[in-house]
């Protein structure tokens, strides 16, 4: 079974400029999670999705953003970019989000912004 | 809100060693329990999970866990740590509603 993958691997953006961010998750899972990892903050919660709905959602601002389309792919979007948005991005998937089920982890996006 | 807190945030250790990596969490509710691991260049995956029964747990690669609820813990322990266990830890807490509560981490380096 192939694994969770993101894409891209690396990404290089400029303050002020939007970024989209992909995630396939695990064939048969629905839910998809977004976390934010820094040296600094370690993991941090962004939202989840299951079946297209936005269920859960961390603290971050309104700049940060996701969907999930009918095939449990999602995507996540940063508009206005800014120094401190430059993290690893993680996507989890698994196949429901009732706290029974692992989540499976992609190698993440490296966002960098200058 | 719910918060995880590993106590030790870097943690050096020579082959053989015990291990012990602190993990307290703070909710009222139900929980489910996890500890991730993330080698280096690779992906962050499941050590071991508790969700309920026997408090001790046992992982992959000899790692345990063992659930103290009286005092909200959660700690992973291996007997005899190798080169190759050196990685990143993470302590995760899940509640029902699927909002997933990861502590900052600890990095172990094993000396060969």
């Known amino acids: 079974k192939a694994g969770v993958t993101q894409t891209p691997r690396y990404l290089i953006k400029t303050r002020g400029q939007q970024v989209t961010l992909s995630c396939s998750p695990i064939?048969?899972?629905?839910?998809v999670s977004w976390y934010q990892q820094t040296p600094g903050q370690g993991l941090q919660f962004l939202f989840e999705?299951?079946?297209?709905?936005?269920?859960n959602k961390g603290n971050f601002p309104g700049r940060f953003s996701g969907r999930q389309f009918s095939n449990s792919r999602s995507e996540m979007n940063v508009s206005t970019l800014e120094l401190g948005d430059s993290a690893l991005y993680l996507c989890a998937s698994s196949l429901s989000r009732n706290g029974y089920n692992e989540q499976f982890f992609g190698p993440g996006t490296r966002l960098t912004v200058l | 809100a719910q918060s995880v807190s590993q106590h030790n945030h870097h943690v050096i250790l020579s082959e053989a060693a015990s291990l012990e990596l602190g993990c307290n969490y703070s909710?009222?509710?139900?929980?489910?329990l996890f500890w991730y691991v993330q080698y280096p260049g690779q992906h962050l995956q499941l050590l071991l999970k508790y969700f309920s029964g026997d408090p001790l747990v046992k992982g992959i690669k000899g790692f345990e866990a063992e659930f103290i609820k009286s005092k909200f813990s959660f700690n992973l322990r291996k007997p005899s740590v190798q080169w190759s266990d050196t990685a990143e830890y993470f302590c995760?807490?899940?509640?029902?509603?699927?909002?997933?509560?990861f502590g900052d981490g600890t990095t172990l380096t094993v000396k060969p």
């Open positions: 995760a807490v899940d509640t029902n509603a699927g909002k997933s509560t």
């Open positions: 064939s048969g899972h629905r839910s």
């Open positions: 909710y009222g509710g139900t929980v489910n």
């Open positions: 999705y299951f079946s297209e709905t936005q269920r």
